[in-house]
Every structure is written in structure tokens, then in C-alpha cells.
């Protein structure tokens, strides 16, 4: 449908520089899916990327310079900043719970409460904030949930199930709201048990009695304020759902460089 605005504002043949720039600090992701974005709309404008995912910027910083055409530049800057600022807020969320759990030995790992159509973008925002990815679909793991156990009657019998259909190639995982639940998933062969809301004590609980056979997960309403204390008990991974979900995004934005003389 074109821009309307710019089309009416714009003198065809104008160009100009603009500069992509962070206005707070935070953990910078999706510069190269932004980016894109101004070279998708016109192949003719020219992309100098400053800063590249992963880094931490301060406020003021100037994440990529974009030349051509003005209205060009103007077509592409909201969805552009769009996908830049939401992916940056997603890195940067994922680096404060990172921190958090620093010299603990605790893996960050994201969920699949993903916005649709974003996944693979987010996950790649996660591993840019220093977190690491769970599995990325239904299709390359088996996370056998508490409706999946209904079904079956038991963990351990639906553990028994997955790993017979799925063999030694492709990682199963159950989650377990017990600790009564813990011997029989690790002997029917789990890879992963996940502490679903578990308090402390029995994460530690369940840390001794694994005694790495298998990996733990802790999971369920994991904070900035209590995650610290979830790693603490020796779990290997802590699983966020609200990098993703919740993340505000980052204050970013489009700051056109005044013409010499202007």
C-alpha cells in the first residue's frame, strides 16, 4: 500500500543519513534482522552496522548508520525498530537473569512462550544475552508434560513410552510436580527431569538423590529475585519463560543527521 506519509511529505529525490540509535543501555540483538529490513524495502540504501549482537550498549549509543533515499528510510524505520527493540529487550532480560546466576554452574535456557512467527528471532536473542536455547518445537524433543502423564497414568511409564518410540537419538525430558516421581523417570531413562514449582529444599532434595544421572531443571515462576536461590541448589538449568513473553522492549530509535548547511 506504500507511505502515504512520506510520499506526501518527501521530494522523490531526497536522501539522507540517519543513525539507529539506543536511548537506555541494554544488551543489543536483532541488528541483523533489523537492518535488513531498510534493505528490503530498497536494495539501493546502504547499511554501516556499528554494534553487533551480544554487546552492551550505554544510552546514546549508535547502533548502525543507514543512507539513500529519505522516503526509504522512513518506510523501513518502524518495523525496523520494531524488531530491534524487542529483541534487544528480550537479550537484555535474558542478560540480567545471566548475571543473576553468575559462578553457580545454572544454565539460563529460554521456552517455547514465544510470539508466533518470532521464534527462531527470539531463541537467537536469548543466545545473544548470554542464555541458551530449549528445544526449538514438538519435533526436536521430547518434553513430556502433566496432561501427557495423565494420559499415561505415570512419569515413569511415560518416559518408558517416549524412549522406546524415539530411541537413544533424541533427548527426552519429563517434568514432575514430586519428588515421588524423580527414581522411576531417571530409571525408565529421562535425560532431563524438570522440578516443576519445586521450593528450594526439594530441588536440593532432588540434586542429592540424582546424583548426576540425569540433568535437573528447575522451572515454574522463576524471578530476578529468586533465581539465584534456584541455582544455588545445584540444578544445571533454570528455564525463564518471561525473556520471551515478557521482556520490555528496548527504547531504540531513528535519528535523521542534519544536512551540512541545514
Not at 550498549?57 to 547502533?63: D, I
Not at 518495523?79 to 553457580?104: E, K, M, Q
Request: neutral net charge.
Amino acid at each position: 500500500m506504500g507511505d502515504v506519509t512520506s510520499a506526501a511529505t518527501i521530494p522523490e529525490d531526497a536522501r539522507a543519513t540517519a543513525r539507529v540509535v539506543a536511548r537506555q543501555a541494554g544488551c543489543l540483538a536483532g541488528t541483523g534482522a533489523a537492518l535488513r529490513v531498510f534493505e528490503l524495502v530498497d536494495p539501493g540504501v546502504r547499511v554501516d552496522r556499528r554494534i553487533r549482537d551480544g554487546m552492551i550498549v550505554h544510552a546514546g549509543t549508535v547502533v548502525a548508520e543507514v543512507r539513500g533515499p529519505a522516503r526509504s528510510l522512513l518506510t523501513a524505520e518502524r518495523v525496523a525498530l520494531n524488531l530491534l527493540g524487542h529483541l534487544s529487550g528480550v537479550a537484555t532480560a535474558t542478560r540480567a537473569f545471566v548475571d543473576r546466576v553468575a559462578g553457580t554452574g545454572a544454565t539460563i535456557i529460554d521456552t517455547r512462550k514465544t510470539t508466533p512467527g518470532l521464534r527462531a528471532l527470539e531463541k537467537a536473542a536469548v543466545r545473544a544475552g548470554g542464555g541458551a536455547n530449549h528445544r526449538m518445537g514438538l519435533y526436536d524433543a521430547v518434553l513430556i508434560k502433566d496432561n501427557h502423564i495423565a494420559a499415561v497414568g505415570s512419569a515413569a511409564e511415560a518416559v518408558r513410552r517416549a524412549r522406546a518410540h524415539v530411541g537413544s537419538t533424541v533427548r527426552v525430558e519429563v517434568e514432575i510436580e514430586s519428588l515421588d516421581d524423580l527414581e522411576g523417570a531417571i530409571e525408565a531413562g529421562a535425560d532431563i527431569v524438570m522440578l516443576d514449582n519445586m521450593d528450594g529444599a526439594s530441588m536440593r532434595e532432588a540434586v542429592r538423590r540424582t546424583a548426576g544421572r540425569c540433568l535437573l531443571e528447575a522451572s515454574g515462576g522463576i524471578t530476578l529475585d529468586s533465581v539465584r536461590a534456584a541455582a544455588e541448589t545445584g540444578v544445571d538449568w533454570i528455564s525463564v519463560g518471561r525473556i520471551t513473553h515478557s521482556a520490555p522492549s528496548l527504547d531504540v530509535a531513528l535519528d535523521f543527521v542534519p544536512s551540512p548547511g541545514a
